[in-house]
């Protein structure tokens, strides 16, 4: 079942733009992560944000979450080419058999 | 250079055939991790390994098999009962199974059917 759902599936955008991708989920969670997935490779872990926060930034990213709405957004600021890939939320949730539960992404393309 | 090794990268399997995906870390992780992911969707659990000698069915469990006889490796079996197992095959390891920590991706091994 899918926990986090991304929105919107697909972003195009010019190189210098702001991108801003949003995940929402349906249960209560202990952290949500964002990772990046270029074309054909694995996922890379970007940003981790728990439940008791709020914003957090790590260079051009900002992921802000906000667990009334059930939902967490990850800004990139001044988007680059290197920048196109899909985006995944995750959220992690339950007790010790906890496990990471993927949305479908946003595929962000970043055009020069 | 730490890090999680798949292979093979492609693999092609012929009808009533198992296959087996190997993954390897030399991270010094505990907790390991097989995702199945198909196109245009997220990742979905297969299974998972928080420990040596013990592993846990995800949410796709039927048709696979795993084992984890050392702390470094996570062989996933594809079996032949897998009636549709063309996917691309993610393997990730991370410190703990607590959903503290990120996870940590090799990059993945696309299986086909001849």
């Known amino acids: 079942s899918q926990q986090g759902e991304e929105d919107p599936q697909a972003l195009s955008i010019q190189e210098g733009e702001n991108a801003t991708m949003n995940c929402s989920y349906k249960?209560?969670?202990?952290?949500l992560q964002w990772y990046r997935q270029n074309s054909g490779r694995g996922l890379v872990h970007l940003i981790l944000?728990?439940?008791?926060?709020r914003e957090k930034h790590s260079g051009r990213l900002r992921v802000t979450l906000d667990t009334s709405k059930k939902s967490s957004s990850l800004l990139i600021t001044a988007s680059r080419a290197a920048d196109t890939a899909s985006y995944f939320c995750a959220t992690a949730s339950g007790g010790s058999n906890y496990k990471l539960t993927f949305g479908k992404g946003t595929l962000l393309t970043v055009n020069p | 250079d730490g890090g999680i090794t798949q292979s093979p990268k492609y693999l092609f399997r012929k009808e009533g055939q198992n296959v087996t995906l190997s993954c390897e870390q030399n991270l010094n992780h505990d907790a390991m991790y097989w995702y199945r992911q198909d196109p245009g969707q997220g990742l979905r659990l297969i299974y998972y390994?928080?420990?040596?000698?013990?592993?846990q069915k995800g949410d796709i469990a039927e048709g696979y098999s795993v084992s984890r006889e050392k702390k470094e490796s996570f062989p996933l079996t594809v079996t032949s009962a897998q009636k549709n197992p063309t996917a691309f095959y993610l393997c990730?390891?991370?410190?703990?199974?607590?959903?503290?920590?990120?996870?940590?991706f090799g990059d993945g091994t696309r299986l086909s059917i001849l």
């Open positions: 390994s928080q420990i040596v000698n013990d592993f």
């Open positions: 944000i728990r439940s008791n926060e």
């Open positions: 990730a390891s991370s410190p703990s199974d607590r959903g503290r920590q990120p996870q940590h």
């Open positions: 249960t209560s969670i202990n952290n």
